[in-house]
T-cell receptor, first 113, second 115 residues
């Protein structure tokens, strides 16, 4: 069945460091891929998405490229800020009998000033 | 727009009690869903609806009931609460009635503890 695997956290970085959070998926066909972010005490918000191979999603300095050959959708940011501290979820969207959107387990990111 | 609203924010139940978690959206979205979030497990889909009068089961439906009498509201009912239902519950809506390719908008969540 479909699945999403993302790197375990927590991830702790210093401000202005380069960020990569790995995400790989298993699916048949051509799913849509998403990154959602959850700030403390809040619900999830869409950060970026890509709907076909080689698409790059970007928002707020974050980027992720849909790589079908490696079944990956890694999240990157060149220079993180304290305000980026949150939990990040990789997700896959594809019609199936039981689940519409499958979420990874989440990666907690903490940024030190 | 208020977006997706959920009530209550916190709830403590005793085993065997029943309750309804409320969810409403004012974006005229056809697709609505309920998830539970447990540590280390991401979000898992409980039930979803593609429009008023239409609901279906997700990945973990046991112990939960839903109904969709209006486009705006999608309540989640726990008929007999169990400690295994201790979790954070999120309601979400989407303008994509298929539910899988468009952005989902999430409510702030309900933290439920069953003792």
């Amino acid at each position: 069945g479909n699945s999403v695997t993302q790197m375990e956290g927590p991830v702790t970085l210093s401000e202005e460091a380069f960020l990569t959070i790995n995400c790989t998926y298993t699916a048949t066909g051509y799913p849509s891929l998403f990154w959602y972010v959850q700030y403390p005490g809040e619900g999830l918000q869409l950060l970026l998405k890509a709907t076909k191979a080689d698409d790059k999603g970007s928002n707020k300095g974050f980027e992720a490229t849909y790589r079908k050959e490696t079944t990956s959708f890694h999240l990157e940011k060149g220079s993180v800020q304290v305000s980026d501290s949150a939990v990040y979820f990789c997700a896959l969207g594809q019609y199936s009998s039981a689940s519409k959107i499958i979420f990874g387990s989440g990666t907690r990111l903490s940024i030190r000033p | 727009n208020a977006g997706v609203t959920q009530t209550p924010k916190f709830q403590v139940l005793k085993t065997g009690q029943s309750m309804t978690l409320q969810c409403a959206q004012d974006m005229n979205h056809e697709y609505m869903s309920w998830y539970r979030q447990d540590p280390g497990m991401g979000l898992r889909l409980i039930h979803y609806s593609v429009g008023a009068g239409i609901t279906d089961q997700g990945e973990v439906p046991n112990g939960y009931n839903v109904s969709r009498s209006t486009t705006e509201d999608f309540p989640l009912r726990l008929l007999s609460a169990a400690p295994s239902q201790t979790s954070v519950y999120f309601c979400a809506s989407s303008s994509d009635e298929s539910g899988y390719s468009y952005e989902q908008y999430f409510g702030p969540g309900t933290r439920l503890t069953v003792t």
